[in-house]
C-alpha cells in the first residue's frame, strides 16, 4: 500500500514537470512569435485543463489511500482486542463479563440478536391483541 502511494506520487511530481514544461515551451514559442495569442491561449487552457484533471486523480488516489490505512489500523486494533481476550481467557485471569463486553465491543452485535429481540417484543404484542379479539367476539 506504501509502495502503491510513493510510486503515485512519483508518477504525479513528474506529470507536475512536464506541466511546467510544456507551459514553458508555449510561452517560449510565443515570445519567438511562432505561435499567435489565440493559440497560446488555447494551448495554455487545454494544458491547464489536462493538469487539473490529474490533480483530482491525485487527490482521489491520496484519500482513498488514507481510507485504506484507516481501515487496516481498525482491523489490527479489533484483532489486538481479540487476541489479549483470547489470552485472558487461556490464562483463567479474565472476569466472563468483562471478555464478553470485550468481544462484543470488537465484534458488535450480530442483526439476528436485533430480529429476536423484535420478534419477541412483537409476538407479546399479537398475543395480547388477539386476546383481546377472541374476548370481544
Given at each position: 500500500?506504501?509502495?502503491?502511494?510513493?510510486?503515485?506520487?512519483?508518477?504525479?511530481?513528474?506529470?507536475?514537470?512536464?506541466?511546467?514544461?510544456?507551459?514553458?515551451?508555449?510561452?517560449?514559442?510565443?515570445?519567438?512569435?511562432?505561435?499567435?495569442?489565440?493559440?497560446?491561449?488555447?494551448?495554455?487552457?487545454?494544458?491547464?485543463?489536462?493538469?487539473?484533471?490529474?490533480?483530482?486523480?491525485?487527490?482521489?488516489?491520496?484519500?482513498?489511500?488514507?481510507?485504506?490505512?484507516?481501515?487496516?489500523?481498525?482491523?489490527?486494533?479489533?484483532?489486538?482486542?481479540?487476541?489479549?481476550?483470547?489470552?485472558?481467557?487461556?490464562?483463567?485471569?479474565?472476569?466472563?463479563?468483562?471478555?464478553?463486553k470485550?468481544?462484543?465491543?470488537?465484534?458488535?452485535?450480530?442483526?439476528?440478536?436485533?430480529?429476536?429481540v423484535?420478534?419477541?417484543?412483537?409476538?407479546?404484542?399479537?398475543?395480547?391483541?388477539?386476546?383481546q379479539?377472541?374476548?370481544?367476539?
Open positions: 500500500l506504501n509502495a502503491k502511494e510513493k510510486q503515485s506520487k512519483q508518477r504525479f511530481e513528474v506529470q507536475q514537470k512536464q506541466h511546467l514544461a510544456r507551459l514553458a515551451t508555449i510561452e517560449a514559442r510565443f515570445k519567438n512569435h511562432t505561435l499567435s495569442s489565440e493559440s497560446r491561449g488555447n494551448q495554455t487552457k487545454m494544458e491547464n485543463f489536462f493538469f487539473n484533471y490529474w490533480v483530482k486523480v491525485r487527490g482521489n488516489q491520496h484519500h482513498q489511500f488514507h481510507t485504506s490505512l484507516k481501515i487496516q489500523h481498525g482491523t489490527m486494533e479489533k484483532e489486538k482486542m481479540m487476541i489479549d481476550a483470547y489470552e485472558k481467557t487461556i490464562a483463567g485471569t479474565a472476569n466472563k463479563a468483562e471478555v464478553r470485550e468481544i462484543a465491543k470488537v465484534s458488535g452485535v450480530p442483526e439476528v440478536v436485533f430480529l429476536q423484535a420478534w419477541r417484543s412483537a409476538a407479546k404484542y399479537f398475543s395480547d391483541a388477539l386476546s379479539v377472541r374476548a370481544a367476539k
